[in-house]
């Protein structure tokens, strides 16, 4: 299959692309998979010590509230199947839901997927990049972050993938 399908915007036929599936794949490795509700706790680099006060289940799942101390797989993958499809929406609206290359439709989801539309809204450069086809500045750019810093391994990943578009 092309990597290279261009995908126009607000297009959910795009959820059964090989490429959109293995980008689902990757975030559900990148969060974990989890039944049991938890507290992330982490170190800013900074040095600030973070306890958040909420919980989190699934693959990446924020709770509302915690309702109960088990959720079923069945449960999560509706989780995430609502969640991925909700990234995979906000990260076109990002991309002015122009037509672009599946792999950066995929990193952008991901990033979505992670932040938060508004926290990838922060990368105006980085977005500014990609509507225009400037995968190197892109892959640069995104690097040049907080979110690079936190969590590097994932963004040097994703980097990559912009990168090596042709």
Known sequence: EDNHIRIVGYNMDILNNTHILAVKKRIKKSEGYKNVPYQLS???TDGKKINED????GVGHKLKQKTKDYYSNAEI???????????????Q????????????????TD????????GVSKFKKTLEYL?????KLASR?????????????RALDLSEIIANIK
């Open 42 to 44: 982490y170190t800013t």
């Open 54 to 57: 909420f919980y989190t289940v």
């Open 77 to 91: 993958d509706a989780m995430y199947d609502k969640d991925f499809k909700s990234a995979l929406t906000s990260a």
């Open 93 to 108: 609206k990002l991309l002015n839901n122009k037509p672009v290359p599946v792999e950066v439709l995929g990193v952008v």
């Open 111 to 118: 990033m979505v997927f992670q932040m938060g539309e508004t």
């Open 131 to 135: 509507n225009n086809g400037d995968y």
């Open 141 to 153: 750019e995104m690097l040049d972050s907080k979110w690079a810093t936190q969590t590097e391994g």
